[in-house]
């Protein structure tokens, strides 16, 4: 941790030192997902931004906490269990597994997530409603409880825009209304369905991110789509009733594009996860697709470009085979392996530059002579960007490698050619070099 890192902070509009509460601890919550369909490769951009921004942070001997909510009650997982016919729970309960598994495909640190669900803090939701109400800053009306933005002075500053006043008095109804509406947003709803009431989208945010980091805390991630109403609506309602700051730091992933328009159910201009597993590519080629802009940029989604990136990390694993065969440990070895991983690290500490990082890998890999401190390397590399380089060969495949290079050495050139041919359906590019074969997963 003596390396200093850098974040751009949506709060200040600038690049800010990142300092956490508690030396060597770190905090981050993300929103998730609304569980009332299935998750679009736009959607998943912000998955994989924060994951790797959790590892990068562990890589920095960081201790970190991080919390994701799911949102299993809203007027969209309501509408879509009316329209199938099933409960709200089924619904949920259906959309939530898809969703764990699309972040299981992209090797999303699931294990480490610890996943809060909206219909299970109820009882936090409605303190902080009812500490709100208490302070002036909510009133009842007769379909729920809504949030006086005339009574926060400072609504609209986080979001970089000032509210008028005078034309913002119309309450919305709907949790899901377009951020180009400014009005008084809903904290609790009567729903005949729900004798206690049901949230509002926004209020979940609040109350289950107090609960489980503390507030302030250090991190909160999101796409650029929600800086305006959702992340404005959670500062106000937290400020206003506790009188904290919500969160130290603000990091908003940019969107992901299709034909220069941005990637959307409502456009129909959307691929899902499967549809990219459908044309064959593996979804780490799709995490580095997803990683090769920086993550506030936007990026123009393409099959042309995932296929480069295919071809990208096809090679890397083939960086990493090589590294075996080459040059073997020596008194400089150690000393490559931690001079570019710290290279490495630094730029990433530039507000999680992975596209310069990138950069960097395959420079040094190009540049030096390979051996077993580029395989090392490549392993720490992996840690942070989890696209699966540092790869474990099967014992089948080695066993396939060794009659490879037995067939080779006696002349049976068309039986080698018959393993590495059944190698390659079996997802293995084979490839015969001065020093041995190798055999590496083709993304």
Known sequence: MSKTINFFNTASRAVEEFRPIRAGEVGIYSCGPTVYDRAHIGNLRAYVFVDTLYRFLKASGYAVKWVMNITDIDDKTLQRADKEGRTLKEVTEKYSALF???LKALNISVADIQFIKATEHFTEMRALVDSLLEKGYA?????????????FKAYGQFA?????????????KNDNYDKENVSDFVLWKFDKRYPQGRPGWHIECSAMSARYLGQPFDIHTGGVDLIFPH????IAQTKAATGKDLARYWLHNEHLLVGGEKMAKSKNNFYTLAEVKKRGFSPLALRLELLKAHYRSKLDFS????EGSAILLTNLRRFYALSYLGKKDNPTSAEKERKYFQEFLGTLSNDLNVPEALAGVQKALNEEELGVWGAGFLKKVDAVLGLGIAFTTPQAVKNALKDMDHARSGGDFTYSDKIRKELLRKGYNAENTNLGSIAFPRA
Do not use: V
């Open 303 to 306: 099959w042309r470009s995932l």
């Open 139 to 151: 009133y009842k009306a007769s379909d729920g409880i809504y949030f006086d933005i005339s009574k």
């Open 160 to 172: 970089n825009f000032a509210p008028n006043l005078a034309t913002s008095k119309e309450r919305i």
């Open 100 to 102: 764990m598994s699309d």
């Open 231 to 234: 992340h404005q609506n959670e």
